[in-house]
């Protein structure tokens, strides 16, 4: 006597290609949106007696901006090799993602 078709059914095989294909699309979608293009507006900061630029960027970035993304991406802009020694009076360029309006 043949068992009933739920018995038949591999359930464990099912869920390992469910949830890989739900993983796939999770990943798929995450390299989708950054991907996405977008407005970057740029801001000169001069740096002044005591500034990091840390602290520079922490002032221009949104709560949506990566700061360790952003702080090398100023270091490469910039031309910074040793990000602790800012001397006072110099132009920095730094480009943050423009801030959506709600």
Request: glycine residues 10%.
């Amino acid at each position: 006597m043949k068992k009933p078709l739920m018995y038949r059914i591999k359930w464990e095989k099912i869920g390992i290609l469910l949830t890989i294909a739900l993983a796939a699309g999770g990943i798929g979608y995450g390299y989708y949106r950054d991907m996405q293009a977008s407005e970057l507006v740029e801001y000169r900061v001069e740096v002044e007696q005591g500034d990091t630029l840390w602290g520079i960027l922490g002032r221009l970035a949104t709560d949506k901006d990566d700061m360790s993304k952003l702080t090398w991406q100023a270091m490469q802009d910039n031309h910074i090799e040793h990000p602790g020694e800012l001397q006072p009076g110099t132009e920095l360029i730094v480009h943050v993602k423009k801030a959506r309006e709600l």
